[in-house]
Every structure is written in C-alpha cells, then in structure tokens.
C-alpha cells in the first residue's frame, strides 16, 4: 500500500526558503511521475514541480517545474530513503498554498487526475 505523508511547511516572509520533505513509502519509482502541486484558496490545484523516473533506472530522471517557480524550487528525490523534496527559495505571497505530494503519476504528469496517489498536504505562508 503506497502512502505518502509530508512535512516541512510553515511560515516564512517573503524571500525565505522552505524545504518540503515527503515519506513515500510502498512506492515503485520507476516508469512514473512524483512530485508536488499546490492549492491556493479558491484556486485550482496546480503542478508546481514534478520528476519522471525512467522505466531502466533510478538512476534517469527528467524534472519539470511551473513557470512561476522555475529557478526558484528544485525537487530531488532520494529513491534508497523513500523520499521526495521541494527545496523552495526566494519565496514569494503568491506561493501561499497548501502544497500537496503525489505520486503514481502516468501519460505526461500534468494534471492532478494523471496521480494515482496523494499525501494529506502541507501549509505554506508567504507573508510579504
């Protein structure tokens, strides 16, 4: 059973860093997506940052971000600890959200409905 629970969220101003950190456990990596979308209140959830595994190996990875965090969030996944993360810099008001994790995602991990599992989501605050 694949569970997925995170943690690292809180409470910054704008410009701090915050690292999310998420437990993937019962996971098969390869041939798929993870990675980290976000809800803002009254907002869509949106695809923040997320990593495609190769199907031959752990060791081949592609990574995708959002326009609005490119150059300011990095995800990196640690396969032999069972973990995924969003290192988050220089952030901003506008990534107030709850940040969710996911994974089992298939065809282009794009949208929520391309993941087959969800962790139960973390709070991020930006204050200016």
């Known amino acids: 059973q694949v569970q997925l629970v995170e943690s690292g969220g809180g409470s910054v101003q704008a410009g701090g860093s915050l690292r999310l950190s998420c437990k993937v456990s019962g996971y098969t990596y390869r041939g798929y997506y993870a990675g980290w979308f976000r809800q803002a209140p009254g907002k869509e959830r949106d695809r923040v940052a997320v990593i495609y595994t190769s199907d031959r190996s752990t060791d081949y990875t592609n990574t995708f971000y959002a326009r609005s965090v490119k150059g300011r969030f990095t995800i990196s996944q640690d396969v032999a600890e069972d973990m995924l993360y969003l290192q988050m810099i220089n952030l901003k008001p506008e990534d107030y959200a709850i940040y969710y994790c996911?994974?089992?995602?298939?065809?282009?991990?794009?949208?929520?409905?391309?993941?087959?599992?969800w962790g139960q989501g973390t709070q991020v605050t930006v204050s200016p």
């Open positions: 996911a994974a089992g995602g298939r065809r282009t991990g794009e949208t929520d409905e391309d993941y087959d599992f």
